[in-house]
T-cell receptor, first 123, second 117 residues
C-alpha cells in the first residue's frame, strides 16, 4: 500500500531532551516536507526537500533540523525541544508539486500525500 | 507574500444540501495551483481536488467542485449533497514558486464543517 509513515503517533517529552520524528514513504517520491499544525494558524511548513541531500527552510524552521540521506526517509529532529514546539506535525511527500501550467490532466499532477501526524507535547 | 484566506471558521449544513466553503488567495505569481484538503477528526489529511491557474474549466471530483474565479482570486469548494461523513476541517492551499525555483504549499487556517441529520 502506498503510504507515508510517521512515527511515533504520540510523544510526550521534557524540555531539552533531543528527539527525532521519523518519516518514510514508499512511493519513490522526490519531494518531502514537514508541517506543523496549530489551532487558528493552519499548517505551516517547517522544512522541505526536493531530493536526496537537497533540503531548504520553510516558514518556521527555527528549532528544527532535517536530513535527506535516502529518498524514502526524511526525519525531523528537535535538538532541544521547548514547550512552544508542542504541536501536531505532518510529514508529506509527492512526486513533485504540480506545475500550474500542466493542469490536472498532466502526468505531473501529484498532490501531497500526508502521514497520519505526530502529536508532540513538550513539558 | 503569498497568502490563503479562509474567512469561515465554522459552517453548518443539513444532510443532502450543498455547501460552499470560501477561499481567497493572494499572489503576484502568474502561475499557481490551488488545492483543497479534508481533515477528519481522526487527524489525517485527505486530498480532495486541484485547480491549476491556467485550467480553463473548474475542477470537479465526484461531489466536490472548485468554483475558480481568477479575477476575484477565489477558489471556493462546493460540496453537493452533503453527507454526515463530510463533517471535518477543510483546508485550502496554494502552491507557490520560491525565489529558488522550488515550490511550496501555503495553507489557510481552515473551515470546520458540521453536517447535521
Amino acid at each position: 500500500e502506498a503510504q507515508v509513515t510517521q512515527n511515533p503517533r504520540y510523544l510526550i517529552t521534557v524540555t531539552g531532551k533531543k528527539l527525532t520524528v521519523t518519516c518514510s514513504q514508499n512511493m519513490n517520491h522526490e519531494y518531502m516536507s514537514w508541517y506543523r499544525q496549530d489551532p487558528g494558524l493552519g499548517l505551516r511548513q517547517i522544512y522541505y526537500s526536493m531530493n536526496v541531500e537537497v533540503t531548504d527552510k520553510g516558514d518556521v524552521p527555527e528549532g528544527y533540523k532535517v536530513s535527506r540521506k535516502e529518498k524514502r526517509n526524511f526525519p525531523l529532529i528537535l535538538e532541544s525541544p521547548s514547550p512552544n514546539q508542542t504541536s501536531l506535525y505532518f510529514c508529506a511527500s509527492s512526486f513533485h508539486l504540480p506545475t500550474p501550467w500542466q493542469g490536472v490532466e498532466s502526468s505531473y499532477n501529484s498532490p501531497l500525500h500526508f502521514g497520519n501526524g505526530t502529536r508532540l507535547t513538550v513539558t | 507574500a503569498q497568502k490563503i484566506t479562509q474567512t469561515q471558521p465554522g459552517m453548518f449544513v443539513q444532510e443532502k444540501e450543498a455547501v460552499t466553503l470560501d477561499c481567497t488567495y493572494d499572489t503576484s505569481d502568474p502561475s499557481y495551483g490551488l488545492f483543497w484538503y479534508k481533515q477528519p477528526s481522526s487527524g489525517e489529511m485527505i486530498f480532495l481536488i486541484y485547480q491549476g491557474s491556467y485550467d480553463q474549466q473548474n475542477a470537479t471530483e465526484g461531489r466536490y467542485s472548485l468554483n475558480f474565479q481568477k479575477a476575484r482570486k477565489s477558489a471556493n469548494l462546493v460540496i453537493s449533497a452533503s453527507q454526515l461523513g463530510d463533517s471535518a476541517m477543510y483546508f485550502c492551499a496554494m502552491s507557490v514558486v520560491r525565489n529558488t525555483g522550488f515550490q511550496k504549499l501555503v495553507f489557510g487556517t481552515g473551515t470546520r464543517l458540521l453536517v447535521s441529520p
